[in-house]
Structure formats: structure tokens, C-alpha cells
């Protein structure tokens, strides 16, 4: 019998047809699947408005999507505060209240940004925190090397970090005003003359003085405060006192005030508490006030709030507001600064 040449053929091409269509089918299968992980957007999840005591803090996220709108995870954002005298916000997107105004909250990666204007409301301004690792993180995310945090009737203090070499161009102010180095060492012009600073020095600058910073010997953080009433009446342009100086005798056993420096105007000293003592008592006075936490942990608790307390915290304390250190987990030493006229 003559074979059926044409049914044979059709056969042979749906076999082939089908395996070649599995053959595919597996390829797709197998093949890897590009996903986008390029982040194109970030919009950051906030209310337009926040409201709390001192140090209040509120949760900030953000949401990074590719191009094709789906959502990246565990990317590495960089969150910034435009102004950390109102708020501040950690690398975690935690937002503290500190003052009363209107910021730019930033998100970014790289040079990709999402931004959020929030309006800060603060229940009371009788009591300012902050902390020189927040000023210092704050100060990194600009291109400049001071930023004024604290700006009220009686001091103005402004946060500045110079690198080793660096300079500080010369000034001329008409107030009286205190440098804390907070670390670092460098050599200031005074008028002239040449003083070296050490780290955990405090140089008071009296009014119309030039000075200048002429050469930082290791990276130094500086709380400068300008006394806005009153003028000191110290002979000559400027005193010095260092660390050693500030310390005076100690007492184990008990609370130890050494007031080093002491003017018509204002009063700096270093507060020495032992742990052993555990505190003071409420004290409330008619004067503005200036705590740096140089040593120690502890709490602050004033009539306004409390604050937490470690080495670097800055905590300002305006006038008739009660306050008092206790809970210490270790000695603390704190630098005040008062300014005794109105």
C-alpha cells in the first residue's frame, strides 16, 4: 500500500512544533527575572504639622519606588533637618521638637531627594535641648562650618567644627563672647597676640576685640555664645581658663560649684556632681542659663520637662523656670553659664 505521504507531514510538523514549543516554554522559565532596583522617587510619610513639649518625637518614614512604581526596601536614606534649633531628626527618621517654626525635612539617596515642609509647634520655650553629636550630624549635611542654634534675648549660641588646618577669618563683635572647645586644640588670634586652646578650654572674648582662628592642630567643636546684655569688665581683651583650672577641688561626697569666671553680666563655672549624691535640689532663679554636659549621665527635670543627659547635651533654661539634676548613673560634670543681668 503507497504510504499517506501528506497526513506523515503533518505529523512531523506538529511534533516538531510542540517540542520547540516546550523547548521555549522552558527557556522563559528558566530565564532570570530583572527586577529594577534603581531608586527613582521618595516621598516621605509625615503630618504637615507637629505639636509637643521639648524633645517630643514623632516617627518619620519614607517610601522609595523604582520607575516602574514598585516599592524598594531597606534602602539606606539619609535624613536631614533644615533648622535643628526647631527640630531635629536622626538616621532613623526620629523627629524631636526643640522650637516653634517651619522646616525642610529631607530624604535622600545619593542626589535623589523627597522633602517635606513641616510646621513645628512647641507648648513652651523656657527649655531648649540638644546634643553636639546632633549639631554635629546637622552641620555635615551643609557646606558650612557654624550653625546657630540657640537665639533668645540674653545669649545667642552658634555650633562650629573646623578640620585640622582649618581657619576661622577674623571678626570683630560688640558683645562679650564665650568659646567653648568642646574637643580639639588650635591657636586664636587675639587681638594679635597668639593663644594656644587645648580641648575643654573656655576663652572669653570681651567686645570689639578682633580674634580669628589661625590654625586648628586637631579637629575641634565649638560652642560659642554671645552674651547679648551686659559687657564684662575684665582688664585686657581676653582670659582663659582650661580644664584643669575649671575643675578646682572635689569632693567625693558632695556637689562642688566652681565659679571661674564671674562678671557684671554673666557667671561660668563647672558644676562637679558624684553619683554618690545623686543630684541637687530644685533651684529657680531670675536668669538665663546655659548647661554643657561635659561628663556623665544623668536626667535634667525642670518645670517644663525633662531631659535625658550624656556627654554633649546642651540644655538651655530660660528664667523662673525650676530646675534639678538627679538620677545620675555615674559622676557628671556640667559647664553653666548664667547671665545674671537682664
Known sequence: MKPNTPIKTSLFFLVFTLIMGACSSKDEATEPVQNNTTAASISINAESSYEGLLNASFQLTAVVTNRDGDVLENQNIVWTSSHPEIATIDQTGLLRIVSDGQILITASIGSLEGIKTLRIVRTTQDLMAFTVADLSLQLAATS???????DVYRMTSTFVELSQGAVLE???VNRDVIYYFYKGSAIMNIEGEEVAVAGESAVLVTANN???ITSVS????IIMTKINTGLSQIPGAYAVQSRVQMEGPRDPNQNIWNPFMQEESFVLGLYMLPQVVGG????VHDWDEINIVTRGFGRFLTDEGIVQLEPGSIVYVREDNGHAFANLSSDMDVLILWNTRG
Open 210 to 212: 578682633r580674634r580669628s
Open 144 to 150: 558650612e562650618t557654624s550653625l546657630e542654634f540657640l
Open 218 to 221: 586637631e579637629d575641634v567643636q
Open 280 to 283: 541637687d535640689n530644685r533651684l
Open 170 to 172: 577674623e571678626t570683630s
